[in-house]
């Protein structure tokens, strides 16, 4: 058996505490000696949940980082535009590092992140939790093996889901961009960075992209809504109603997500849930928020050889976390939809052949996320930090120059133009800052 990992947790939300309950299920494999969040009841539940030292229960990552090594690594899940600083400082205490996605939300802040990581020799996992998933690591394998060279990859997303992205792109945490980041950032980056992936030595050389921030605005409230959902007349009638989405749950006794988000103080039973959406953020109309983040979006790019990549994001899908993946080459075409087996049509045979995955046993409730992807990236990254460095898939130099290209998507859609990859601010060969090139050759 590898040694136990010992982990200090930053951010006790949903993606944290989601991320430490590995070590209530594998004790052997990993422990929780800490945690830091501002809110009490969020770090109280962990240090309940944990058995945690009251020494080591913070009410600010600052003052975490501050003492000794405690942890052999820590779990950075705070909101995204707090990813960069604690990053660094922990880089600089010598942790590994697992960081929820994306890594910042600036290009500038992606580079300092992982300078931090180079200069002090520690391991950096973003967590871009599918490309741990069986059904994406077996398209990669696919792909090399039968495919031979790829000329297109055609990616559609419609994992976001109308209520979905009514619950966190209008109401919740990622509806500003002043206050978290742009929706292809915060949703997206990991698709992107799939694309880039699957694309394998093939460097990306021209980005465009187009979208807009659709029907979540004043013009479309119903004529006689209220401001708030719980007293509007036109509920019955409105498909992003929050007695829908939330309450109704709450009634039949579901106060997990995404219920157990609208409950700020913790505590989750039908007065608290009504209270939350009488006042709250999460009671509002979907048409009176301060939102701006885009509803769809679309990303064309094109790659070393003339290999192109298509890749769509939606709101206003019927399901949450499906996607439907085609990979297009000389010698055959792969396909998959959702997380399911991968098929592969052979055109010289004309014969269509079924991958299915190596899944894992039975996993845990709390690591199901992302059809069991949460649980494969802890995996991996507890077994990296014990013995197997290589085991991780998302370190520094590939995901910061996928992120590079969501920040050229979004630059392409806001100037109107087609940007290169390999051109300006965001080239990375000889970039002073690595010293040498951080892309692989």
Known sequence: MPPCVT????GAGNRGKNYSSFAVH?????????????????RKH???IHNIDGNNVFDDWRAASEREKLADAVIIATPDRLHKDPAVAFANKGYHILLEKPMAVTPEDCKEIVSACKANKVMLAVCHVLRYHPTFMKIKVSDTNALISVTAVSFLWVQVGFWHFAHSFVRGNWRNEAESTFSLLAKSCHDIDLINYWMGDKRCLKVSSFGRLSHFTHENKPKGAASRCLDCSAELTCPYSAKKVYLELAEKGHFGWPVSVVCSNGVYDIESVTEALRNGPYGRCVYECDNDVLTHQVVNMEFEGGATAAFT????TETIGTRKTTIHGVKGELSCEGLGPVQLFDFLTREKTTHPNNKAGPIPNNLSGHEGADYYLMDSFLSAVANNPFLIQTGPEETLNSHLLVFEAEKSRKEDRVVSHLDGYLHLENNPLFGESVIAP
């Open 7 to 10: 982990v200090l947790i930053i």
């Open 46 to 48: 962990l240090q309940e």
């Open 26 to 42: 594998f004790a052997s494999r990993m422990k929780v000696i800490g945690v830091a969040d501002p809110r009490a009841f969020a």
């Open 313 to 316: 994001m939606v709101a206003f």
